[in-house]
């Protein structure tokens, strides 16, 4: 439903005022999942970054350092991987979600229902139609 002129003026003032606030922008930059998974991509990079450094770093040296040096920087580059592929999965399924004027996060893991086309549900049609089929054994 369209709205009215009247409603249409309104909506631009409002949206007009709340650009002009610098405190409002700032915090709906920190709360903005693209944001957040952006910030989390990058400190994985440099987790990462600084684990391959470690571990080449260590083995030039040789020597006692690489004897500690290579597994934490061998961690740290795990720990790196890791924390990306989490932020970037997460940030798949989050959407920001207003209720009484308040923003919140809603990720999709959250349900307790299976998706319609999720693993579950196939593995679930495809005993059924074994079953049906008597292809069980």
């Known amino acids: 439903m369209p ?10 003032q409002i949206e007009q005022s709340l650009s002009e606030d610098p405190q409002f922008a700032s915090a709906v930059r920190a709360h ?18 600084i ?13 006692d350092a690489a004897k500690w040096g290579a597994p934490i920087g061998a961690v740290l580059m795990f ?3 890791i924390l990306g592929l989490w932020a970037q999965r997460r940030s798949t399924n989050v959407k920001l979600k207003a209720v009484d ?10 349900s307790k229902h299976p998706k319609p086309g999720g693993f579950t549900s196939r593995m679930e049609e495809r005993w059924r139609r074994r079953r049906d ?4 054994f």
């Open 3 to 12: 709205l009215s002129d009247h409603e249409q003026r309104l909506f631009e």
């Open 32 to 49: 903005d999942p693209a944001h957040v998974t952006r910030r989390r991509l990058i400190l994985a990079g440099i987790v990462t970054v």
């Open 51 to 63: 684990g391959i450094g470690a571990v080449i770093g260590t083995v030039i040296a040789g020597g």
């Open 79 to 81: 720990g790196g991987l």
């Open 101 to 110: 004027g308040k923003a919140t996060r809603t990720t999709g893991s959250s």
């Open 133 to 136: 089929n008597g292809d069980i």
